[in-house]
């Protein structure tokens, strides 16, 4: 497996399971289940951890498609700025996922703020990420809102 098809592999991971992760927590919350929130909150970690992977597959992914007729380097520049970001954030709201699960079981006072501070920042987190992941879908797709390609003459129609 090559860098292209492991970004392609990974970088779906960190936005959907932590949004999965994240709604169970929410759900856990409200009905006050401390083994859904924990379970929830152990989830996000890992698949924030997938993040970590996506990023990294990036420069590979980039070098291979970058020279491929129809591919936006515009968007292929904006996807990446926007990765860091979202790295930054999974990271952040990971390891707030950890200290959670953490204080909670150690029945600390400050879990439930450190639980706040994970819900604040693993929505920004996900945001972020799903429109990272919009960005990373214009490198290939134009009719997601970015520039056309320039047509070349191999895919115009000849009458």
């Known amino acids: 497996m090559d860098g292209l098809q492991l970004h392609l592999l990974t970088n779906h991971l960190p936005i959907v399971g932590t949004f999965a992760a994240l709604l169970v927590v929410l759900i856990g919350m409200l009905r006050r289940s401390d083994a859904a929130i924990s379970t929830g909150l152990i989830v996000y970690a890992v698949m924030a951890l997938m993040a970590v992977p996506a990023y990294l597959s990036g420069e590979e992914a980039e070098e291979r498609v970058e020279q491929i ?3 936006n380097e515009g968007a292929i ?17 990971g390891l707030l996922a950890v200290g959670a699960v953490v204080t909670h079981a150690r029945n600390m006072k400050i879990s439930s703020k450190i639980a706040l501070a994970f819900v604040i920042v693993a929505i ?8 990272t992941g919009h960005e990373g879908g214009k490198i290939r797709r134009p009719d997601l809102g970015g520039p056309a390609p320039a047509a070349s003459g191999a895919d115009e129609d000849h009458h």
Do not use: R
């Open 124 to 131: 920004a987190a996900f945001a972020q990420g799903a429109w």
């Open 77 to 93: 520049h904006e996807h990446e700025e926007m990765a860091e970001l979202t790295l930054w954030l999974m990271t952040i709201s």
């Open 69 to 71: 007729a129809g591919i």
